[in-house]
C-alpha cells in the first residue's frame, strides 16, 4: 500500500481541478469490474466504456464534474480485479459512504472495493510502479458455462514445461515491438518485466506478467506466441529470435481479451 494513502483527507491545490472551488481532497479508488460489456476502460465516443460509467456516478455522487486518472487503460473485454484511479473534490463525504453510494448507482459489472485519501503527489498512474496482469486458459475438452467469459478455453493437448521455460526469457528490458499491436507506434517500444511465469491449477494454465509497463496487446501477443511453444510449434530458441527481431508478423496470434485480467497495480 502506497505511503501516499491514508484514511484521512489532505489540503492541496492541483492542476486540472473540477469546476468549482479549489479542491481539498485527493481520492484514491480501486475498482474491479468485468469487461464483458464494455470497450476498454477509456471513454471515447458512441461507446460504453468503463470510465464513463465510474465518471458518471462519481459526478452524481459528488454534485460536480471529476477528471479521472486510472493506473491502467485496460482494452474492450479485459477485465480488472485492481484498478486504481484518482480524482479531486472539495467534498467532504466519508469513505464507506462514497463507497456504497457509487456501488448503489454503478452497474453490477463494476464495483468500487475501496476509497482512500491520498496525498497532492499520489497519481493513479504515474505514481504506479509495476502492474500484474495474468491470462487465464481453461485447457480441458469441455467449457465451462460459469467461466466461459473469463477464460480462454483451449480444448487442445498443451506441454506446459516448455511454455514455464520460454516465459522467463522476457524477464528484464526488453523491445517488445514483437509482440505490440500490429502498426501501433511507439517512441520508446523498451518495457521492463519484472517478473513472468506459468502456473497450472487443474485445469486452468495461467500466464502471470508484472512489468512497470506495457504495450498494447502485449501480453495477450505473448499468450499467443506461448499457445504455439505448448504444441510444439515454437521452441524457446524460435522465441528468443522472435523476441529479438522485433516483427509482429514473427510471433503468434492474439488471444482473445476476455480471458485478460488487470490483477493488482503496485506503489
Avoid at 41 to 55: D, F, M, S
Avoid at 67 to 76: C, F, I, Q
Wanted: glycine share 8%; aromatic share 8%; charged share 25%.
Amino acid at each position: 500500500m502506497s505511503a501516499l494513502c491514508s484514511a484521512g483527507s489532505l489540503s492541496r491545490t492541483p492542476a486540472g481541478q473540477p469546476d468549482g472551488p479549489t479542491p481539498t481532497r485527493n481520492i484514491r479508488l480501486t475498482v474491479s469490474y468485468d469487461g464483458t460489456s464494455y470497450h476498454g476502460w477509456q471513454c471515447q465516443p458512441n461507446a460504453i466504456t468503463v470510465e464513463e460509467r465510474l465518471k458518471s456516478a462519481v459526478a452524481r455522487i459528488l454534485d460536480h464534474k471529476v477528471k479521472l486518472y486510472a493506473g491502467a487503460r485496460t482494452d474492450s473485454g479485459v477485465h480488472a480485479m485492481g484498478q486504481v484511479v484518482n480524482f479531486t473534490t472539495w467534498k467532504s463525504i466519508n469513505h464507506l459512504s462514497l463507497t456504497r453510494g457509487l456501488n448503489s448507482m454503478l452497474p453490477k459489472d463494476i464495483r468500487v472495493r475501496d476509497a482512500r485519501d491520498c496525498d497532492e503527489a499520489f497519481h493513479a498512474r504515474y505514481s504506479a510502479k509495476s502492474k500484474i496482469y495474468v491470462y487465464c486458459i481453461l485447457n480441458r475438452a469441455c467449457n465451462s458455462p460459469f467461466l466461459a467469459r473469463y477464460v480462454l478455453h483451449f480444448p487442445y493437448a498443451l506441454d506446459v514445461a516448455p511454455m514455464k521455460e520460454t516465459v522467463k526469457l522476457i524477464v528484464g528490458e526488453h523491445d517488445f515491438s514483437a509482440f505490440k499491436k500490429k502498426d501501433e507506434i511507439y517512441r520508446n517500444p523498451v518495457r521492463e518485466v519484472k517478473r513472468a511465469g506459468v502456473a497450472v491449477r487443474g485445469g486452468m494454465v495461467y500466464v502471470v506478467i508484472e512489468a512497470t509497463g506495457f504495450l498494447r496487446y502485449m501480453v495477450r501477443n505473448i499468450v499467443g506466441t506461448l499457445l504455439d511453444v505448448g504444441q510444439g510449434r515454437t521452441g524457446p530458441d524460435d522465441f528468443s529470435v522472435i523476441l529479438a527481431s522485433g516483427m509482429r508478423e514473427k510471433a503468434g496470434p492474439t488471444a482473445p481479451p476476455h480471458g485478460l485480467f488487470l490483477r493488482e497495480i503496485k506503489y
